[in-house]
Nanobody, 123 residues
Framework: QVQVAESGGGSVQAGESLRLSCTVS????????VGWFRQAPGKEREGVAC????????YYADSVKGRFTISRDNAANTLVLRMYRLRPEDTATYYC????????????????WGQGTQVTVSS
């Protein structure tokens, strides 16, 4: 059974930073693309950042380029999202997900999902 667990959300002021972590168990983490997604109330889910199994391919949404950094530690089965210079519009529930394959064509609709962690940014 695949389990995906996020941690690290919270409430911060605009301009501050947060670090989200995700652990994945029940599959060979090093063989799967993983990513971070978010959904704000009343909005569609958005692919924030995705990374292939080897870290060779990385995608960032335009809205977070230059502010967010995704990384993975295959030995620790861990995915990290470092978020800098946070803005109120970054407020959302952030989800970690693992895909069925090692690569991805779109940072969207991955196979295994966590329950999400809330990030709230106040102005």
């Amino acid at each position: 059974q695949v389990q995906v667990a996020e941690s690290g959300g919270g409430s911060v002021q605009a301009g501050e930073s947060l670090r989200l972590s995700c652990t994945v168990s029940g599959l060979t983490f090093a063989d799967h693309a993983v990513g971070w997604f978010r959904q704000a109330p009343g909005k569609e889910r958005e692919g924030v950042a995705c990374i292939s199994s080897s870290s060779r391919t990385i995608y960032y949404a335009d809205s977070v380029k230059g502010r967010f950094t995704i990384s993975r530690d295959n030995a620790a089965n861990t995915l990290v999202l470092r978020m800098y210079r946070l803005r109120p519009e970054d407020t959302a529930t952030y989800y970690c997900a693992a895909d069925y394959t090692s690569g991805f064509i779109k940072c969207d609709d991955f196979g295994y999902w966590g329950q999400g962690t809330q990030v709230t940014v106040s102005s």
